[in-house]
C-alpha cells in the first residue's frame, strides 16, 4: 500500500473484518488503527534497538470490553 490514502482504506478494511469476527463469536472489542508514515518505522529499525517483529505497527490492537 503506497500512499497514506490507501493505508487507511486498507486499515479501515481490516478493522471491519476484524469487527465482523468478533461479533460473529459474540466477542465485544474495541480495535483501533492508524497509518504510520514508512520514516518513522524506518527509523526504529535503523536505531537497532527493535526487530521487525517487534513492532506493533503492522498488528491491529484489540481491546476487550
Given at each position: 500500500v503506497s500512499?497514506?490514502?490507501?493505508r487507511e482504506s486498507y486499515i479501515?478494511?481490516?478493522i471491519e473484518?476484524?469487527?465482523?469476527?468478533?461479533?460473529?463469536?459474540?466477542?465485544t472489542v474495541d480495535i483501533s488503527g492508524r497509518p504510520?508514515?514508512?520514516?518513522?518505522?524506518?527509523?526504529?529499525?535503523?536505531?537497532g534497538d527493535r526487530h521487525f517483529n517487534e513492532l506493533y505497527e503492522f498488528w491491529p490492537h484489540c481491546k476487550t470490553n
Open positions: 500512499n497514506r490514502e490507501e479501515d478494511a481490516f473484518l476484524l469487527d465482523q469476527v468478533f461479533l460473529e463469536n459474540k466477542i504510520k508514515h514508512f520514516y518513522s518505522i524506518y527509523k526504529k529499525l535503523v536505531q
